[in-house]
């Protein structure tokens, strides 16, 4: 795995404006999502182990014998490609098979292609972990990784005409109180909420009524990180590993960060 994302890093630039069709969820694809997820797949489905790979970029969940889940969305942020911003990869490992809630998963990993190139993983048998990829292919570890205590940014996303007047209120009280960071791809805002504390989000909008990002592929998986952490996750009302999704690309309104971030969050949304 540490390879293949390895190697994305280093070939991102070929893929920058190829376009291609249409994903599941009826978005449109870019040439990278296609490369990232059929190289993902070869590293991943034939591991002895794995019983399953279900992707954001195929329909269906592709059966590859017995063993664990994996969910993944192998180029996050793509449209972040064709303006060179940061965009990454996000896999969830269940023990259990999908669709299935998020508490069914045993580890989950966000890959951030920035500057540098940085896995950070988290496991239910250890602490999460960060790893610089280095040019060498090798991999330096940071060690134990937690959420910083005091928070310092937020991103939540949609047009503010899309949203409800409730949320906007409540976003901008946050706005009012923390520095904006909104990049388009969720691991790299996340990654802004690891590193400085805050809360990201993407909430239901006119445009995407249970919210833009899908369970499986991007909720699910960083909400297992985030708590892992020793952070919080929502759908609005419950941690986002609650949630009961029905189909493999359904999507859910989705909070991370900071547990009093997300708490007054939920008040807030409770008051509506
Ligand atoms: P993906 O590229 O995997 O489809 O994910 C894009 C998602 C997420 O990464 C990001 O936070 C969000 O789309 C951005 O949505 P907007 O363009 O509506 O801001
Ligand atoms: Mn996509
Ligand atoms: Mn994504
Ligand atoms: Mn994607």
Redesign the pocket.
Known sequence: MKDTAHYVSGNLANYANRAAGENPSG?QQVGG?VWADDLFFDALAYIDGIGAYAS?ERSDVVDCGDGYSIAI?P?????NLASNNSVGTIIGVYDAELPAAGREMVASLMVLYGPYTTLTIARSDRDVVQEHLLRDGHSERWGQFELPAEATVVGL??KTGERTDEFNAIAQSFERDLKLRYG????A?LAQVLEYGGLFG?PATTGYPNG??RVH??SAPLAYLVEAAGGASSDGSQSLLAVEPDGIHDRTPTFLGNTELVDELEAGLSEE
């Open positions: 978005e999502d954001e969305d180029l996050d942020g793509s449209s996303a949609g388009g791809a969720t691991v805002d993407y833009k990002l592929f991007e």
